[in-house]
């Protein structure tokens, strides 16, 4: 019997990432999306904390097992920021997503303007969380490292990618098709890793 659970998040970008994942991984479940509501408040300090407390208030309000990531860019230049405030460091929460992240590349390559390619040292970070309505907590991480350029390149993916260069790449995140991003994301190395946590919960 196939198994429900929710992804804590209404951002459908991540739900069609994640759906890829799991598909790919193997594992029987059904991946359902954050009904309407009020967005849980993300409070926490770091990449995990924040992750646990949409898990947490999704498992609460369904009954299911719940799934949910924090993740974000950290640069070297910039003493690991915008770290845990990737998705709101322009400041902006009007218009659409693609206008959000446009602001945010925007100030993003304004506060490295005359930073040289050797100092543009860059991280994708995710915490991923899986809770479940019993009181189970895991959380898996995922790293990718790279450089952030000076312009952004190509027409995929969200948020920061446009600008980031991951090592050992020839073409940056948002140029990558969906496959090639999912095995080297730092999203899809977290996510693997918690699809073999869920696998094992779900067996208990």
């Given at each position: 019997?196939?198994?429900?659970?929710?992804?804590?998040?209404?951002?459908?970008?991540?739900?069609?990432?994640?759906?890829r994942?799991l598909?790919?991984?193997?594992?029987?479940?059904?991946?359902?999306?954050?009904p309407?509501?009020?967005?849980?408040?993300?409070?926490?300090?770091?990449?995990?904390?924040?992750?646990?407390?949409?898990?947490?208030?999704?498992?609460?309000?369904?009954?299911?097992?719940?799934?949910?990531?924090?993740?974000?860019?950290?640069?070297?230049?910039?003493?690991?920021?915008?770290?845990?405030?990737?998705?709101?460091?322009?400041?902006?929460?009007?218009?659409?997503?693609?206008?959000?992240?446009e602001?945010?590349?925007?100030?993003?390559?304004?506060?490295?303007?005359?930073v040289?390619?050797?100092?543009?040292?860059?991280?994708?970070?995710?915490?991923?969380?899986?809770?479940?309505?019993?009181?189970v907590?895991?959380?898996?991480?995922?790293?990718?490292?790279?450089?952030?350029?000076?312009?952004?390149?190509?027409?995929?993916?969200?948020?920061?990618?446009?600008?980031?260069?991951?090592?050992?790449?020839?073409?940056?995140?948002?140029?990558?098709?969906a496959?090639?991003?999912?095995?080297?994301?730092?999203?899809?190395?977290a996510?693997?890793?918690?699809?073999?946590?869920?696998?094992?919960?779900?067996?208990?």
């Open positions: 019997m196939t198994t429900k659970i929710v992804l804590a998040s209404r951002n459908e970008a991540k739900l069609v990432e994640l759906r994942i598909v790919a991984s193997g594992l029987d479940v059904e991946l359902i999306g954050l309407d509501g009020e967005e849980v408040a993300e409070t926490g300090t770091t990449f995990a904390e924040n992750a646990l407390i949409k898990a947490r208030a999704a498992a609460e309000l369904t009954g299911l097992p719940a799934v949910a990531d924090d993740s974000g860019l950290t640069v070297d230049e910039l003493s690991g920021m915008p770290g845990v405030r990737s998705a709101r460091w322009s400041g902006r929460r009007d218009g659409t997503r693609v206008e959000r992240d602001a945010n590349n925007a100030l993003l390559l304004a506060q490295l303007d005359d040289p390619p050797a100092r543009r040292g860059a991280a994708f970070v995710c915490a991923a969380a899986l809770v479940t309505p019993g009181g907590e895991r959380v898996a991480h995922g790293e990718l490292r790279g450089v952030l350029l000076t312009e952004p390149r190509g027409d995929h993916g969200f948020g920061y990618d446009p600008l980031f260069l991951a090592d050992g790449q020839t073409r940056t995140n948002a140029e990558l098709t496959a090639e991003k999912d095995a080297i994301s730092h999203r899809g190395r996510f693997r890793d918690l699809t073999t946590v869920i696998a094992q919960v779900l067996a208990d």
